[in-house]
């Protein structure tokens, strides 16, 4: 089985400071990494995704997210942060060719001016 | 291009009541679809998800079920609602067999049981 882990619930930062979104996940078979963002009310939208290849994946809204095996980490990172980024991201796991995604609890960004 | 289209967009039902929720997917064909629910401060639990017309897979034991008449739509439905169903649901698309299994959510209907 797999599990995500999102270790902080919660995230503050100012306008135009840099932002880490930490997940760690655990799987016994290799996994493709997800994040997506969910604006409130909304639906989950997809920002950037790993499925092999390139360690570092930029997806849009000028996120990146880079994985590593070793420490089963896919965290999220954005140099500078605009109000417009204030939503709830999620990161998920699937198990290659199992067409399922586990996903993490959410952490909630909030972007103070 | 893909769309994915739920309704309706909000809910109130009284306790006790049916429930019908649907989701219709256009521009693609044989995709598998799913059914999520996001209670509030949990993350998200997948409740059922179907690979082809007439199948469906559950994930969780509940008093919801789903179904699947036609190839790009997914039902959610419930004969007798309970105050915990309350929720926002979600419904996604996936390609076929063999993609990389990248999920495509739709809007979402909340719902409200009182």
């Known amino acids: 089985a797999q599990s995500v882990t999102q270790l902080d619930s919660q995230v503050p930062v100012f306008e135009e400071a840099p932002v880490e979104l930490r997940c760690n996940y655990s799987?016994?078979?290799?996994?493709?990494l997800f994040w997506y963002v969910q604006y409130p009310n909304q639906g989950l939208q997809l920002l950037l995704k790993?499925?092999?290849?390139?360690?570092l994946v930029k997806g849009i809204n000028g996120f990146e997210a880079e994985f590593n095996k070793s420490q089963t980490s896919f965290h999220l990172r954005k140099p500078s942060v605009h109000i417009s980024d204030t939503a709830e991201y999620f990161c998920?796991?699937?198990?290659?060719?199992?067409?399922?995604?586990?996903f993490g609890q959410g952490t909630r960004l909030t972007i103070n001016p | 291009s893909q769309t994915i289209h739920q309704w309706p967009a909000t809910l109130v039902q009284p306790v006790g009541s049916p429930l019908s929720l649907e989701c219709t997917v256009e521009?693609?064909?044989?995709?598998?679809l799913y059914w999520y629910r996001q209670a509030a401060g949990r993350g998200l639990q997948l409740l059922f998800y179907?690979?082809?017309?007439?199948?469906i897979s559950s994930e969780v034991p509940q008093n919801l079920s789903a179904s699947r008449p036609q190839d790009r739509q997914f039902i959610l439905s419930s004969k007798k609602l309970l105050l915990s169903d309350s929720g926002f649901y979600l419904c996604a698309w996936s390609g076929d067999r063999g993609s990389t299994d990248t999920q495509y959510f739709g809007p979402g209907t909340r719902l409200t049981v009182l």
């Open positions: 790993y499925l092999s290849g390139s360690t």
């Open positions: 998920a796991v699937s198990p290659q060719g199992a067409q399922k995604l586990v």
């Open positions: 799987s016994s078979v290799s996994v493709y």
């Open positions: 521009g693609t064909s044989n995709p598998n």
């Open positions: 179907s690979v082809g017309i007439g199948q």
